[in-house]
């Protein structure tokens, strides 16, 4: 069996290419980072449109029940300084404590470029909800999330192969550097502790913040898919690399596997420059390609199952 990544790997890597016109204002950022920006600041502002919904609806009910006047209920003001705050705590606060961890500094630290563009990205969207709100969906619906999920799936495989495993894997400790226990718990604190932190202290709630029970420590939580795929992407990763003995051995349990799948690019033959697959384990290239097409399967199949399942998917080609 054949796997042509090829195609992956280049949209990767124009995906993952600095925008000319950006660097020269001085953001060094690519496309996935803007539209990955972007897409935190929709969801975000979705996020809490619908919270402030449910909230009305919740406060009409219970005056129903009381036989009381239908009064809308009022919030404290939503700012532009707490939606930042909130983008900013669900991309650094994963990293920030993994950071402590293993001494080293965070990003936002040696850099401004991320949170800049994050703040960009908050008055892009809200500029486009007051002055366009036809343009994006306030509520998220099956016809955005189901191509958007495979824009997730390569934001996340750069995250969970490219921006968490070389934290430890590059470390100055052997300890920390061959420990695949910290290599899955730097990946599963960076990719989900930001919103965690978001979750516990209600920070999207209109009604201001206030600590509550986390949905990934609820009952069933810990099967969010979010969670899950963090671990598993990153042992498959570093199994597919042997970037530590632990995956090496593991490989090597497994037996030649990437033989046996004669994992391919489109010209037939491996990117990169490592040896024979199976052996010295594939390129970061090729690794990440594989995850990323798994990673596709992961969120567009939970896209279709939260938006009306096959159903929905039918309508939305017939």
């Not at 600041?41 to 009381?68: M, S, Y």
């Not at 800049?116 to 366009?132: D, N």
């Amino acid at each position: 069996m054949s796997l042509p990544l090829g195609p992956v790997i280049a949209l990767y890597d124009t995906l993952t290419t600095p925008i000319p016109l950006l660097v020269s204002l001085g953001l060094p950022v690519s496309t996935l980072d803007v539209v990955g920006t972007l897409r935190l600041a929709l969801v975000v502002h979705q996020i809490k449109f619908a919270l402030r919904t449910r909230a009305v609806q919740e406060a009409a009910d219970e005056g129903k029940e009381n036989n009381e006047e239908d009064v809308a209920p009022s919030f404290p003001a939503d700012t532009a300084l707490s939606s930042i705050w909130t983008m900013l705590v669900i991309v650094y606060g994963g990293e920030l404590f993994v950071s402590s961890l293993v001494s080293q500094p965070p990003s936002f630290f040696t850099s401004a470029t991320g949170p800049t563009l994050l703040t960009l990205g908050h008055y892009v969207i809200s500029a486009i909800m007051t002055y366009a709100p036809g343009l994006l969906p306030q509520v998220p619906s099956l016809q955005w999330e189901l191509p958007l999920s495979i824009f997730d799936a390569f934001t996340r495989s750069m995250l969970l192969c490219s921006v968490g495993p070389p934290t430890i894997l590059g470390h100055r400790s052997v300890t920390i550097s061959d420990s695949p226990t910290a290599l899955l718990l730097t990946s599963t604190i960076m990719a989900n502790g930001g919103f965690f932190i978001v979750n516990t202290f209600n920070m999207l709630s209109p009604t201001g913040w206030a600590v509550q029970t986390p949905p990934e420590l609820r009952p069933g939580g810990w099967a969010s898919l979010d969670l899950l795929s963090a671990p598993f992407i990153t042992s498959l990763f570093a199994t597919l690399t042997q970037s530590q003995s632990t995956w090496k051995s593991a490989a090597a349990t497994a037996g030649n596997y990437v033989s046996a799948l004669n994992l391919t690019t489109l010209e037939g033959s491996m990117p990169g420059e490592k040896p024979i697959p199976g052996n010295e384990g594939l390129d970061d290239d090729t690794a990440r390609a594989i995850c990323t097409v798994l990673l596709v399967v992961m969120f567009s199949g939970r896209a279709v199952k939260n938006f009306g399942g096959l159903p929905a998917l039918r309508r939305l080609f017939v």
